[in-house]
């Protein structure tokens, strides 16, 4: 999977006609390149090209680091909603941050539904929401019933019009919007040592999971009775 914090990369090629093209990885010399094979909803294709040692697979598909982990998010291309727009990363952002709180979150809904006659958990892989402010890209826990109903939803959500900005819901609602650090550095032009990277990273996903479990406990709290009237 890709990590959203890795360097921007170019979305295009310029070469004379004739000129062979060379792999985009930076610093490589190798000619032996194919082009990746993204294309997304609006029909633009993805002109980088690749040597093998950098080239990802996808299937039978051959594409960049980037939109490897796209089409990964998203499962097979027959089953996979309209792709984001070339430079639009919502769904590996999404895929990349669940898969970051997946273990802690699927425990606090599997206690909650261990005290829960006929509830279990359930996991859906990221999927598209459109909604009356755009399209939103998410990956949801949920606890359902043994009719099928939901009676708890946490969903980890990046709207298009809003990438790299993560927003946590539970139910419906925003419990919390966030970049993450790793990115905020990559917006910033800033380079931390590895060691620094992955203290922040295990400290965001630990708050995270915080939020959610006291979001959990809110969204389940029995509401208080009305104070009865005096007089």
């Given at each position: ?74 499962g097979t291309a027959e089953h996979h909603p309209p792709l984001p727009e070339l ?112 203290e922040e990273r295990k400290t965001f996903y630990a708050d995270l999971v915080t ?21």
């Amino acid at each position: 999977m890709d990590d959203p914090g890795h360097a921007a990369q170019p979305l295009a090629v310029v070469s004379d006609l004739g000129t062979p093209r060379r792999c985009y990885e930076k610093g490589c010399p190798a000619n032996g390149v194919v082009s990746c094979d993204f294309v997304d909803r609006h029909g633009r294709g993805c002109l980088t090209s690749w040597c093998p040692p950098h080239r990802f697979t996808v299937g039978e598909q051959t594409f960049c680091r980037r939109h490897a982990s796209i089409v990964r998010a998203l499962g097979t291309a027959e089953h996979h909603p309209p792709l984001p727009e070339l430079d639009n990363r919502a769904p590996s952002l999404v895929d990349w941050v669940s898969t970051g709180i997946d273990r802690q979150v699927q425990a606090l809904i599997e206690d909650l539904a261990a005290a829960r006659d006929g509830e279990e958990l359930a996991v859906e892989p990221v999927h598209l929401v459109v909604g009356t402010r755009g399209r939103r890209w998410g990956r949801s826990w949920t606890l359902r019933n043994a009719e099928g109903h939901d009676t708890l939803r946490v969903s980890v959500e990046v709207d298009e019009h809003s990438d790299p900005e993560i927003a946590v819901r539970i139910d419906g609602n925003v419990i919390t919007r966030s970049i993450a650090p790793w990115i905020g550095h990559r917006l910033r032009g800033e380079w931390v040592p590895a060691n620094i990277d992955v203290e922040e990273r295990k400290t965001f996903y630990a708050d995270l999971v915080t939020l959610i479990a006291q979001g959990i406990e809110e969204a389940l709290a029995e509401p208080e009775p009305p104070v009865a009237g005096h007089g």
